[in-house]
Nanobody
Framework: QVQLVESGGGLVQPGGSLSLSCAASGRISNIYTMAWYRKAPGKQRELVAT???????NYADSVKGRFTISRDNAKNTVYLQMNSLNPDDTAVYYC??????????????WGQGTQVTVSS
């Protein structure tokens, strides 16, 4: 039983900040790459940022310079610090990870999502 649970979403004014977290729980031996995606109304799901276990990161052009992805390997947790938010950032944010158990590769897992709304 492996699950990813996001937290930290909410309502914020334009120019404000929010911090998201996603904790993986269960029988886990390794998570190499973790990622944040988002789905805005009327738009396709978008890859926001990725981070490897060695903290190599990649960002979508739309969030570069504003968002920072990080992780705590000991806690199997990934974070997304979002600054200078604008209404275009409004979306449901999902975390994603490839999960290994002591028995081997378990699969690709998704969190249920957390709503981020940027509005005045």
């Amino acid at each position: 039983q492996v699950q990813l649970v996001e937290s930290g979403g909410g309502l914020v004014q334009p120019g404000g900040s929010l911090s998201l977290s996603c904790a993986a729980s269960g029988r886990i031996s390794n998570i190499y790459t973790m990622a944040w995606y988002r789905k805005a109304p009327g738009k396709q799901r978008e890859l926001v940022a990725t981070i490897t276990s060695s903290s190599n990161t990649n960002y979508a052009d739309s969030v570069k310079g504003r968002f920072t992805i990080s992780r705590d390997n000991a806690k199997n947790t990934v974070y997304l610090q979002m600054n200078s938010l604008n209404p275009d950032d409004t979306a449901v944010y999902y975390c994603n990870a490839d999960i290994w158990s002591p028995n081997g590769y378990r699969g690709n897992y998704w969190g249920q999502g957390t709503q981020v709304t940027v509005s005045s």
